[in-house]
């Protein structure tokens, strides 16, 4: 279970992020319930996790590993990262970890940002946000946004991440995932990139993938180019069609959404370079305040961009709702009114 002072430290790495206060509000009230007593640490965090094959060969060899995906419950707002209890949880997943000793893999919903949605979402290279009038498009925009969330999260608490994609996605793309990206540049926390191709994983295409990590280690993934007998694909994964105008155009196949399952080789792959990476000091979070009291910094710490695409309010107004939630007094005149107000009866 999380310790306070892992909590303490979490908080102040957070603020020496930049990271938004309220997020580091969500995270202090998952801190003030009694939601983590009696549980244990954990090695690896598969998010988006599907088959959850990376959580089960995890376990294989020892670990202790748990799977987070909306299709792991019959109400899809339990584990659904838009969600106020799925972001909710996803968070107190990474609050479970060993601090400064495990890592998380995140095989983020891709199919807003790939080359094959590219009609329907008005996504491009210059506007990768997309068409905010599609309702999807929003929704696709906030699941990155509280992705980063997590990210950010994960480096306070000393975890290294995996983030996989396919080279064609433009989640690289997403306002606050560039910012993030800065704000570790200029933090001095490294992060890498590795291209290489699923085939050598025993995918059934040749899937050209990209993953972003904190660890160096996913140099391993690239095992060279592939031969031409290589790029066939066993299965198409797009079917071409003529539009009423003529036009020739492609969408999905009923075999895309397979081709993101994850191959039992590259699983153990990617938990092989994870265990290997949690052994390994990682770059430090740098500029943190340990001498003012944590209360303090709050207080003085601008609210700035709420990051309002991402909707996190309704999650602080979700976590101020629990029968869990214990807030202590002496943070009473330092949190937001809405926050202290005692929540109304439904």
């Given at each position: 279970m999380v310790k306070k002072q892992d909590i303490d430290t979490i908080i102040r790495r957070l603020f020496a992020l930049s990271a938004p206060k309220v997020l580091i509000t969500i995270v202090l009230l998952l801190s003030w319930t009694d939601l983590f007593q009696g549980?244990?640490?954990?090695?690896?965090?598969?998010?988006?996790?599907?088959?959850?094959?990376?959580?089960?060969?995890?376990?294989?060899?020892?670990k202790r590993a748990m799977a987070l995906d909306l299709s792991y419950h019959e109400n899809e707002d339990v584990f659904n990262i838009n969600s106020s209890p799925g972001f909710a949880l996803?968070?107190?997943?990474?609050?479970?970890?060993?601090?400064?000793?495990?890592?998380?893999?995140?095989?983020?919903?891709?199919?807003?940002?790939?080359?094959?949605?590219?009609?329907?979402?008005?996504?491009?290279?210059?506007?990768?946000?997309?068409?905010?009038?599609?309702?999807?498009?929003?929704?696709?925009?906030?699941?990155?946004?509280?992705?980063?969330?997590?990210?950010?999260?994960?480096?306070?608490?000393?975890?290294?991440?995996?983030?996989?994609?396919?080279?064609?996605?433009?989640?690289?793309?997403?306002?606050?995932?560039?910012?993030?990206?800065?704000v570790f540049q200029r933090l001095h926390i490294r992060v890498f990139f590795q291209t290489f191709w699923m085939k050598w994983f025993d995918h059934p295409t040749p899937k050209r993938?990209?993953?972003?990590?904190?660890?160096?280690?996913?140099?391993?993934?690239?095992?060279?180019?592939?031969?031409?007998?290589?790029?066939?694909?066993?299965?198409?994964?797009?079917?071409?069609?003529?539009?009423?105008?003529?036009?020739?155009?492609?969408?999905?196949?009923?075999?895309?959404?397979?081709?993101?399952?994850?191959?039992?080789?590259?699983?153990?792959?990617?938990?092989?370079?994870?265990?290997?990476?949690?052994?390994?000091d990682r770059d430090p979070v740098p500029n943190v305040d340990w001498d003012t009291p944590l209360i303090d910094l709050y207080a003085n710490y601008p609210w700035g961009d709420l990051w309002a695409e991402g909707d996190l309010l309704s999650v602080v107004r979700y976590l101020r709702g629990s029968k869990k939630l214990k807030l202590p007094n002496e943070w009473r005149s330092v949190l937001p009114e809405f926050v202290v107000d005692e929540p109304m009866e439904d």
């Amino acid at each position: 279970m999380v310790k306070k002072q892992d909590i303490d430290t979490i908080i102040r790495r957070l603020f020496a992020l930049s990271a938004p206060k309220v997020l580091i509000t969500i995270v202090l009230l998952l801190s003030w319930t009694d939601l983590f007593q009696g549980r244990d640490y954990i090695d690896t965090i598969d998010f988006f996790a599907g088959a959850a094959r990376v959580a089960k060969v995890s376990r294989a060899v020892g670990k202790r590993a748990m799977a987070l995906d909306l299709s792991y419950h019959e109400n899809e707002d339990v584990f659904n990262i838009n969600s106020s209890p799925g972001f909710a949880l996803g968070l107190m997943a990474a609050l479970d970890g060993k601090m400064d000793q495990f890592w998380a893999a995140l095989g983020v919903c891709c199919s807003s940002w790939i080359v094959t949605s590219r009609g329907s979402t008005g996504r491009s290279f210059l506007v990768p946000m997309g068409n905010l009038s599609y309702e999807k498009v929003r929704a696709a925009n906030a699941m990155v946004s509280r992705t980063v969330c997590i990210l950010l999260v994960l480096v306070a608490c000393g975890a290294t991440w995996f983030l996989e994609q396919p080279s064609s996605s433009l989640l690289p793309r997403h306002a606050r995932f560039q910012w993030t990206i800065r704000v570790f540049q200029r933090l001095h926390i490294r992060v890498f990139f590795q291209t290489f191709w699923m085939k050598w994983f025993d995918h059934p295409t040749p899937k050209r993938s990209i993953v972003f990590s904190t660890s160096a280690w996913i140099k391993q993934l690239d095992q060279g180019s592939l031969k031409r007998k290589q790029l066939k694909s066993e299965v198409s994964t797009t079917d071409r069609y003529v539009n009423s105008k003529g036009e020739t155009k492609f969408k999905g196949s009923k075999h895309l959404k397979s081709t993101q399952l994850y191959t039992w080789r590259y699983a153990a792959k990617i938990v092989e370079l994870g265990d290997a990476s949690a052994k390994e000091d990682r770059d430090p979070v740098p500029n943190v305040d340990w001498d003012t009291p944590l209360i303090d910094l709050y207080a003085n710490y601008p609210w700035g961009d709420l990051w309002a695409e991402g909707d996190l309010l309704s999650v602080v107004r979700y976590l101020r709702g629990s029968k869990k939630l214990k807030l202590p007094n002496e943070w009473r005149s330092v949190l937001p009114e809405f926050v202290v107000d005692e929540p109304m009866e439904d």
